[in-house]
């Protein structure tokens, strides 16, 4: 009996353990978040690719508003 009353207050310290800081945390959501969009990015210009190769679309020109009559 005495074992178990020294033993419950170690395992609930072992089973107690400290959590990352918050710069810890966002650097680590930072990277995961940088990753996705890399992966996003290639994927969306590996379909551009595709699409431009196979003539599905013609390839994209920037929209530019038309300049301001100054009214």
Do not use: T, W
Not at 18 to 35: G, H, N, S, T, V
Not at 40 to 66: F, H, R
């Amino acid at each position: 009996m005495r074992a178990a009353v020294l033993l419950f207050p170690l395992l609930l310290l072992a089973a107690c353990k400290d959590e990352p800081r918050f710069e810890e945390r966002y650097d680590k959501a930072a990277k995961e978040i940088e990753a996705r969009a890399k992966a996003m990015d290639a994927d969306i210009a590996k379909s551009d690719a595709a699409a431009a190769s196979e003539g599905l679309q013609p390839a994209a020109k920037p929209s530019n508003a038309p300049p301001s009559s100054g009214e």
